[in-house]
């Protein structure tokens, strides 16, 4: 298949949790005084979401202050990883669940050492495609965009060998914000595959804590976030205990792997921040290595 031609099958936009992630990114930007821990305007361009969207109840800039702290602090994490890595020498990029993800587009400078494939659902992947060619940033060499029918059982892992990825040389792997969609098999055949990533290879993924966990102010907010999921039709079905995580990664073939609290990128971005924004509790990473 030519990954320079748009996918033949049919183009859908990329769905709510997608767009939400990108405008609470440019939100970021518009709503809290700098010192910014992220700057995606690009996200927005992507969306076009109209004139409108800043009165969306999902973007109150109040109500949501703490989840796109969570939603920049993770990205932060994740691109800080990528550019520790990239200085060891590892080449490779894979973004499981890429939705709108701006990465190639806001650091060039970055993305130029890596090859970079984005894994996703071919109809929101080719409005994508779409999107960055009118946009003028167009799919540079770099860039692999890589659909996959998770609902037809596609196996990812061989679509990626397909568009070039190189399974002897040493990648980075990560899947924010797709763990809780997931069945724990499903999580647990990812975690079985990425175990198998060449020596020098990082896994990083999030997970969502069971609601016991979070701190008291941030349980209204997780069951807000689980009923809209659930009336959008894409539910949270699993959470983990980070014990259990760390255990699932341990029985896939990994011998290396941390949690990182979601409390750990608060203290390092948000403290003494004269807004006091904070993320809000409730979504850590497993990082894991080869």
């Not at 071919?122 to 770099?142: E, F, I, M, T």
């Not at 701190?215 to 689980?226: C, Q, T």
């Amino acid at each position: 298949m030519n990954l320079r031609q748009t996918d033949d099958r049919a183009v859908e936009e990329p769905d709510g949790t997608a767009v939400r992630t990108a405008l609470w990114r440019a939100m970021h930007l518009e709503a809290d005084p700098p010192p910014h821990v992220l700057e995606d305007g690009v996200g927005l361009r992507l969306a076009a979401p109209g004139d409108g969207w800043r009165d969306r109840p999902d973007m109150d800039a109040q109500a949501t202050r703490g989840f796109r702290a969570a939603t920049v602090a993770r990205a932060r994490f994740v691109e800080d990883l990528v550019a520790e890595q990239a200085a060891r020498g590892v080449t490779q990029y894979v973004i499981l669940g890429a939705g709108l993800d701006t990465f190639v587009q806001r650091r060039p400078e970055l993305a130029g050492r890596l090859r970079v494939f984005e894994v996703d659902r071919p109809g929101p992947q080719a409005w994508k495609r779409r999107r960055l060619h009118d946009l003028g940033y167009g799919v540079p060499d770099g860039l692999r965009l890589v659909p996959v029918d998770f609902e037809a059982r596609e196996d990812w892992w061989a679509r990626l060998a397909a568009a070039g990825f190189d399974s002897g040389q040493p990648a980075v792997l990560v899947s924010t914000g797709v763990s809780m969609y997931l069945s724990r098999a499903a999580t647990q055949a990812t975690l079985h595959r990425a175990a198998g990533l060449a020596p020098g290879s990082t896994l990083a993924m999030t997970f969502l804590l069971p609601a016991a966990l979070l701190d008291d102010a941030d349980r209204p907010g997780l069951r807000r976030s689980k009923d809209g999921a659930q009336a959008s039709g894409t539910p949270f079905v699993s959470f983990y205990a980070p014990a259990e995580m760390l255990a699932l990664a341990r029985e896939a073939g990994f011998a290396d792997v941390r949690h990182v609290p979601g409390r750990e990128l608060a203290e390092r971005w948000f403290t003494g921040r004269s807004d006091g924004l904070r993320p809000s509790s409730g979504e850590d990473f497993l990082v894991a290595g080869t």
